[in-house]
């Protein structure tokens, strides 16, 4: 905890200087919060590669985390977009089946849209892998057991997705378990990847699949390319239309976590002085 809290703290450090005078001198508050959320990535990128130079004595910690160049890694992320697309689109056309929802014709601006959630998917897909299941979770097994450290990762990665009104987090509050549930099957996707050369893993599946899960739903989302007819309740569906938020989406996130779980090696103990 005291080496969690020292690291967010430098990040603060390093960011807040840059991101005050942003909030105060930008105009449009999205714009706004675009500039300063791209700013403390990248400073966390920075930062990382420092830490893991003074801190471990680690000069790639960037690998270490997961991130690497390599044909099996651009494997992973494939296979991770497919299994993420094909999960997202099973959930809807089963509600479709059961006759819960109903399909719309596509918008006339589709080809957008495809193009715009792959940019989202890839973004959001890597930035959330490194965050939770590159640093935090190789921080945590420094120290603690995988099992302890695979539970608390994916609750912290649950938790701060509920950063909002507490009206909102009470309404929403069905779709923790599918949070909690992602982050346990994304850790298993990050250690399926592990050789003996890397014991780390690679985080090009996990990254494919959050990126997968993400995009689809972006596009059935943004296209608006579904219709929920209420003939049945939101526990069900997802509340908001979100799967991860209803019984249906945790049912398909089971069956992608049996996938995952068949993926994974032998057990091999990551070396932390190891680069």
């Not at 997961?66 to 697309?85: C, K, N, Q």
């Not at 099957?185 to 599946?205: C, E, F, M, Q, Y």
């Given at each position: 905890p005291v080496r969690l809290g020292l690291f967010v703290i430098l990040l603060l450090l390093i960011w807040l ?79 479709t089946w059961l006759g819960w929802l109903r399909w719309e014709p596509f918008p006339a601006n589709f080809p ?62 069905l779709q923790f378990p599918g949070l909690l549930l992602l982050g346990i099957i994304l850790v298993w996707a ?86």
């Amino acid at each position: 905890p005291v080496r969690l809290g020292l690291f967010v703290i430098l990040l603060l450090l390093i960011w807040l200087p840059l991101a005050i005078p942003i909030y105060w001198l930008g105009g449009d508050p999205n714009w706004v919060s675009i500039i300063t959320l791209v700013l403390l990535y990248c400073q966390f990128l920075v930062l990382l590669q420092w830490w893991g130079k003074s801190v471990y004595g680690q000069p790639r910690m960037w690998r270490v985390c997961g991130l690497e160049i390599s044909r099996r890694s651009g494997e992973g992320l494939l296979i991770g977009l497919g299994l993420g697309w094909v999960g997202v689109l099973g959930i809807f056309a089963i509600a479709t089946w059961l006759g819960w929802l109903r399909w719309e014709p596509f918008p006339a601006n589709f080809p957008i849209i495809l193009m715009e959630s792959l940019l989202v998917s890839l973004g959001i897909g890597f930035a959330e892998e490194l965050l939770f299941r590159g640093w935090l979770l190789e921080e945590l097994r420094r120290d603690y057991s995988p099992v302890k450290s695979l539970w608390v990762s994916s609750v912290i990665f649950a938790l701060l997705h509920f950063i909002k009104p507490w009206e909102e987090i009470v309404r929403t509050w069905l779709q923790f378990p599918g949070l909690l549930l992602l982050g346990i099957i994304l850790v298993w996707a990050k250690d399926a990847t592990r050789t003996p050369n890397n014991p780390h893993g690679s985080l090009g599946l996990a990254i494919g699949l959050h990126g997968g899960l993400v995009g689809a739903y972006y596009i059935i989302n943004v296209g608006e390319l579904t219709t929920n007819l209420g003939t049945v309740p939101p526990w069900l569906t997802g509340i908001d239309g979100k799967p991860l938020a209803g019984l249906l989406g945790l049912l398909g996130l089971g069956a992608i976590a049996i996938i995952i779980r068949q993926l994974n090696p032998p057990s091999t103990k990551p070396d932390h002085n190891r680069d």
